[in-house]
């Protein structure tokens, strides 16, 4: 029996093609076309062995793989797309930047029609895991595509190709197409996060397409801008409940995010506003964790008087929040004043509070 | 010195319902009744669910939960129709979980979809106010179990990952017996699983009408329809199901997590081997071992799929999967990790000494769901610890994808000199769903 480490050394070892080609040596004209036989083969198991052995293929097993994967034959096909995922993967492998450089432009080859669709999808998904700023003018490109699917890939290609470029790109496609597709840049576009899209983000919320203008606060949410007077919040008045909710959603996360960022007086502004609109229990208990981490001093006062909310999760954040809190003579001062006009609930939540803060200077 | 007060549970939640406090009102947007007015006498039955998807264990938590539920949704009309049926007229019926996700009427949400949808549908239920008992694994990449952790703790939600073995008996007593020293150290954890299967053999074709293939899509990147590639067959996909060690690991190794106490970790290094299928559309390779390396303290954890069932598993119910613990001073077997988990009789004939490590203990896993929505403490399978096992299952799944060895640093949750790698910690979403 061969011992576990022994094995997955050994299948490691196949795995990265090291069988096949030792000492890291380029393969040649005579591999190349061994592994493709391989790879079209109706045998299974040397499908299979091309498969792990493809990573050092590299570049120049490319384009011949796509033409097999494009290809009838169901099977090879498989193995190609296979072998191409190998070949990316490897090539990404810390240390192999110029193998990596060399497969993302080989790809480039196989994004273009008559390629299928399979093909030049999973080549898009393949660049995102090789690219650079380099294959970036490609991919854009494809966020033209005639087929809705493409251009979709492209643009989460681009959201996942690091580096300036890609960005950019995100940004130029945010300021020029429409509808659902828009929707969907915006919001690569915040989870890139990058200041840099903040500019056609807060264009877009003057927008008379409300989708349009919440997708954008949302992003802009995500990337924490400074206050800004030319952002365009639509009248709370003109929306529904599940827009409601979107629009405080992204209140909150903007207030993390400025709050993250230090500017704790954003932060504070936004949470005090939930707190006293109170537009819904959930959301409250958002903003008191949001205030008691950004100033907890400064949040005190209104986390105590959670502790007599009419809901049950509102007041058991307040608990938590404050036992979480140091509780220094002066807090603990004003609980003791509180539990006097407490009712008998609030007395027990705030006597579990009290003896938290006991616990912690037992603890000390 | 003030002396701690015996927390009534029970006295708290009668008094809840009589509590005086600010009134706060804003158009639109409502409170939840739940738990403002809990009833004591039947803890369950205001708590009010709306299930996404209700296929496979879907359907399960469905009929187990049928007189509590308000609201279904799925995308596959067939289904939708059949789950209206198991509930009666009572239950409104969706096919867009956002419009489920709006009713005010639900408190928590079920949801059994592929795993692709994990993520986005939790943390949207978060920001909706609802609390969330979710199908494991919990996500699909680390970024995703992150955010949803983030979404629990930004809004004070419960969320319960359905690895339910930790809700049974029998990993409660092996959890005992470990964190009590029985067996010593522990340096090595064995895992044994069947192979995954090999197929997919059936053409691309059109989706079937009564199937919303591009809300069953989601967040998933585009991929043609198959029928062997969707509804019960996704498992069998790297990026959708995760295979075996993303589906039963997520079992397996939650109670491995859980007897090791290391929910709040990760391993600093991940080898992965195994070959891909020979033939069909499916991606998992039907064999595979992950070697996992964990520190402070330091321990090893196998995934073998196959792997071999030890001898002390022979007696065990549901044996074709489990893990062994190696320890200094003597062994343990867990079989299973789900519905079934068993444990050796040694370890079910222990009584903890007095004094020793406090240990959750949850007597049925739905049912400590609905009380950590009343108490407002996290479950047994939180999402803290539901995100670490799942992170187990994914970096499995990635060292294999990349073919090569990841060090993984667990608090940061990145890979250390690996920029190619670090690029998998999140997926860019299809359309605009996001996380």
New interface residues.
Partial sequence: MIL??D??S???A???GLTALPGGQAATATDLDAFLAKIRSDQ??L??EA??AA?PMGAPAVVPLGAVADGPER?PG?AAR?AL??IA??A???GGGDD?KAVAAALLQLLPPPHT??VR?LTL?LL???GDDAVVPAVAALCADPDP?VR??A???L??I?GPASLKALIELAGKTDG?FR??V???L??RAAPEAAEVLIAATASPDLQTVL?ALDALARIGIAKDDRVKLPPWES????Q???L??SY?RWA?QRAAKGATDDALAVYNLVLE??????????AL??AAHAAPDQAFDAVL?AL??????V???AV?LLEQQHGDDAKTTALLEAYKQA????R?LL??V??AW??QKLGN | ?????T?NRR??LT??A?????????P?????GA??A?DPATPNHRIRTGHIGVGGMGSYHLRLLKDQCVAICDVDQRRLAKAGQVVGPKARLYRDF?ELL?QPEVDAVIIATPDHWHAVMTIMA????KDVYCEKPACCTIAEGRAMVNAA?????IIQIGSQGRSQSAAYFACAYLRNGMIGQVSRVNCWHYANPVGGFKPYTEPPPELDYDRWLGPL????YNVDGTLGSFRWFIEDGGGQIRDRGAHVMSVVLYLMNADHTGPVRI?A?????????Y?CPPDM?V?YTFTNPDWEL?W?QPGETPAEAADLGNNKYGAKYWGDKGTLVVSGGDGGTDTELKAKRFHAPPGGPKIYRSVEHHQDFFNCV???EWPIMNIEAAHRVASLCILGNLAW?????LRWDPVAEKFL????AN?FL?????????I
């Fill in positions: 576990c480490s094995k997955l050994l299948v490691l196949l795995g990265l299974g198991p499908r299979v498969i792990m990573g099977e498989i296979r995922m190998n993967a490897y990404g492998r810390p990596r669709k399979l999808t998904e995102s895991w090789t699917d979709d890939e643009k989460r290609a959201q996942a690091p659902e929707l969907a915006f919001a690569a915040g989870q997708a929306l529904d409940s599940a409601r909710l979107r405080a959603n909150l993390d609109h109170g537009p819904a229990e959930h959301l409250i208990c958002a964790i949001g008087k007599a909310h009419q809901e049950n999760t007041r058991l954040t938590h009712s008998p609930l609030s027990e006597l579990r009290l003896a006991n616990h | 010195m003030i002396t701690p007060p927390w006295r708290f008094h809840s009589a509590v005086a406090g600010v009134t706060l009102g804003f639109g947007l409502l409170s939840r738990l403002a809990p956002r709006a978060c920001e909706a106010g703790k930004r809004y004070e939600r990147r585009w991929k043609p080898e081997s195994g070959a891909p299928p020979e033939k069909g559309i991606e071992e070697k196998h073998s009343r108490t407002r994808r990349l073919g090569r060895p000199d690996d920029d190619q690029l999140n997926r860019p979403g299809r359309h605009a769903w996001h």
